[in-house]
Structures are given as C-alpha cells and as structure tokens.
C-alpha cells in the first residue's frame, strides 16, 4: 500500500525558514515524479514544486521560485522541501503526492506550515 | 501558471444533476489529455474522481463522469447524493513538469 507521510510544518516567523519532509513506503521510490501541492485555510489547491523520479529535474510555481528548493534522498526513501524567506502567504497544509494525471495518484495527510510573528 | 476557472458554489437537491465547469487555455486544459478532479471533505486529503478527462478510477460511482470541449472540461454529477457535497477541484497539466488547479467548487446538496 503507497503510503506518504508530511511532517516538520509548524510555525514559523516571516522571513524564517522551515523544512519539510515526506516519508514514502509501499512503492519503488525513485520510479516516480513527486510534487508538493498546499492549501492555504479556506482556499484552493496550489501547485508548489515537482522533482523528477531520478532528481535530475526540478520546477517550481512562480510563487515560490528562488525561495522554496525541492529534493529527494532515495536512500532515505523521502522527499524534502526547504522553504526559505517565508512570508504569510504561505501559510498553508503542505501536501506531498504523486501526480501523473492518470489512475496513479497518492496524496499525503498533510503537514501545516504556519507563518506569523 | 494561473488558476483553472471553476464556479466557486453550485448546489443540487437529491437525485438531481449538477455539472462542474472548468475553464483554462490551450496550455493546459485544451492541450492536454491529463485532466483529473478531486473530491475534498472538510480536513481530508483530495481524492481523485476523475482522470484523463473522463476515466473513473475503480470504486468511484458512475454516477461521476467528465468531459472536456476545447479549454473547458467539465464534471457531471448524476442522481445527487449528501455525500457528494464536498469541494471539488479540477486540475490540469500545463507542460514543463507543472500543474495547475481550478479554484475549486463548493457543492451544496439541499
């Protein structure tokens, strides 16, 4: 069974840093794309960032671009997200998933990043 | 990388149909096959109802069923049920490793 769990959300201070972290289990790590996608309280979805299965590719929402950096231990069966020079807005329920537009489709519980002085 | 256009509510009464709109471009919605929507209930993760523009993933009713026309993609819920109020939310590939949601609908069932 494909499982991803988030964890390190929490509050934060604008302008400080925070790392998240997604535990995969029951599939072949590095076979597949992973992306992290939030929600901010009371909004929509929002694609944040995709890695590649190899690591070899990242991309990122315009939101967060220069601020939010993506990666992945295969070894440590995890996928990361470091976000640095947070601001309110991106205060949110972080999610990982797998996103392929197909029937091959997992998300996580979710971890809440909070950002206020 | 701008949101998908979906009605922000839409309501239905039991056994009624409703369809969901979803609005985008040439770069996702119209130019791609990967369209998908979600199912979201209060404090839940999004499950996937639709796939491919109009695939159901097994254990989905077929009372769900989706279609798109050029940049807008639709979901059409039959036979309303209460448990279909929830919030839904079609999402799009749109090129580059990138994705793009709808804002989402919030369906009420009177």
């Known amino acids: 069974e494909v499982q991803l769990v988030e964890s390190g959300g929490g509050l934060v201070q604008p302008g400080g840093s925070l790392r998240l972290s997604c535990a995969a289990s029951?599939?072949?790590?590095?076979?597949?794309?992973m992306n992290w996608v939030r929600q901010a309280p009371g909004k929509g979805l929002e694609w944040v960032s995709f890695?590649?299965?190899?690591?070899?590719?990242?991309f990122y929402a315009d939101s967060v671009k220069g601020r939010f950096t993506i990666s992945r231990d295969i070894s440590k069966n995890t996928l990361y997200l470091q976000m640095t020079s947070l601001r309110a807005g991106d205060t949110a329920v972080y999610y990982c998933?797998?996103?392929?537009?197909?029937?091959?489709?997992?998300w996580g519980q979710g971890t809440l990043v909070t950002v206020s002085s | 990388q701008s949101a998908l256009t979906q009605p922000r509510s839409m309501s239905g009464s039991p056994g009624q149909s409703v369809t969901i709109s979803c609005t985008g471009t040439?770069?996702?919605?119209?130019?791609?096959?990967?369209v998908s929507w979600y199912q979201q209930h209060p404090g839940k993760a999004p499950k996937l109802m639709i796939y491919?523009?109009?695939e159901r993933p097994s254990g989905v009713p077929d009372r769900f069923s989706g279609s798109k026309s050029a940049n807008t993609a639709s979901l059409t819920i039959s036979g309303l049920q209460a448990e279909d109020e929830a919030d839904y939310y079609c999402?799009?590939?749109?090129?580059?490793?990138?994705?793009?949601f709808g804002g989402g609908t919030k369906l009420t069932v009177l």
């Open positions: 029951g599939f072949t790590f590095s076979d597949y794309a």
């Open positions: 040439s770069s996702d919605v119209g130019g791609y096959k990967y």
């Open positions: 890695i590649s299965g190899t690591a070899g590719s990242t």
């Open positions: 491919d523009v109009s």
């Open positions: 998933a797998i996103l392929t537009g197909t029937v091959t489709d997992y």
């Open positions: 999402y799009s590939y749109a090129g580059s490793h990138t994705w793009v």
